[in-house]
């Protein structure tokens, strides 16, 4: 199966850039990223909370940044 193509680079609605260079402008890509992170580490804690028996992944760090 050929992998898709990526086609579609800039998008622009109503005079206003929502993409360029397929980058999206109109999110906070690393605030994203920081809460995402915060809920993942959050959910391991309470995981490793409830269930001391498991043990973390290897390359997991649950340490703040």
Not at 53 to 58: G, I, N, R, S
């Amino acid at each position: 199966m050929r992998e898709p193509r990526r086609i579609v680079e800039s998008v622009m609605v109503d005079g206003r850039w929502l993409m360029r260079d397929r980058r999206v402008l109109t999110l906070d890509e690393p605030a994203i990223v920081a809460e995402a992170e915060r809920v993942a580490r959050a959910a391991w804690t309470r995981l490793f909370a409830e269930r001391p028996d498991l043990k973390a992944p290897p390359g997991l760090d649950l340490s703040l940044r």
